[in-house]
C-alpha cells in the first residue's frame, strides 16, 4: 500500500485492535457504518464466512457512532477479533479515506483493502480468495472488483450486484 490518506481518525478511538492478528494480515476487509446503524452485521458475517488461505482481518470505521453504540457491541467485536475505530467524518468519501489511513497504520503487512459498506453481503464464500488470487497473480494489478448483496431491514435482497462487462475493461476506466 503505497501513500497513504492524511490521517483522520484518533488512535484514542481504536477499539479490540489485535496486534498479534493484525501484523499478519495481508489482506484487510473495511466496512462503513455509520449513525449506530445496527446493519453492519450482515456485511460482518458475510466476511466471516469466507474460506481464505490469505491472513485476513476486519476494520469497521463507526463514523459518528456513539459511544452507547460501541458499548452495546463490544462483545460482538471482541467474538469476531474486529478492530473498530470511531470517527467524525460525515461523509462516505472521508470515511473511505479515514479506511485507507487506518489500515496503512494498523496493519503493516496489509497489501490489499476490500471495502463493504455496512448493507453488502459478499456474494459467495470464495469471493476474497479468488480476487486475492487474481491480485497477486498479476503484479502489475491495481485493483479487483467483486459482485455483492445488498440487504434491507437485515434480509439479503435477490439482486446480485456484479461489475457489468465495461467495468473490467481497463480502457473502458482510464478513460473516465
Known amino acids: 500500500m503505497n501513500n497513504p490518506a492524511p490521517r483522520k481518525f484518533n488512535t484514542d478511538y481504536v477499539i479490540n485492535h489485535q496486534l498479534i492478528e493484525s501484523s499478519k494480515a495481508e489482506l484487510v ?3 462503513l457504518t455509520d449513525r449506530d446503524s445496527d446493519t453492519f452485521t450482515n456485511a460482518i458475517e458475510s466476511i466471516c464466512l469466507q474460506r ?3 491472513n485476513l482481518a476486519i476494520l469497521l470505521v463507526a463514523d459518528n457512532c456513539s459511544n452507547s453504540w460501541i458499548d452495546s457491541h463490544t462483545s460482538y467485536f471482541m467474538k469476531r477479533s474486529i478492530t473498530v475505530i470511531r470517527t467524525e467524518c460525515g461523509s462516505a468519501w472521508k470515511a473511505r479515506n479515514t479506511s485507507i489511513t487506518a489500515v496503512a ?3 503493516p503487512k496489509a497489501k490489499w483493502i476490500a471495502r463493504l459498506d455496512d448493507d453488502d ?3 459467495g464464500d470464495f469471493v476474497l480468495q479468488t480476487m486475492w488470487n487474481k491480485l497477486c497473480g498479476n503484479h502489475n ?4 472488483i467483486a459482485g455483492n448483496y445488498q440487504s434491507q431491514h437485515g434480509i439479503r435482497l435477490s439482486h446480485c450486484n456484479l461489475p457489468c462487462e465495461q467495468l473490467v475493461n481497463p480502457s473502458y476506466l482510464l478513460k473516465r
Open 29 to 31: 476487509v473495511t466496512v
Open 121 to 123: 453481503i459478499l456474494a
Open 141 to 144: 494489478a491495481l485493483w479487483a
Open 52 to 54: 481464505c488461505t490469505v
Open 105 to 107: 497504520e494498523l496493519f
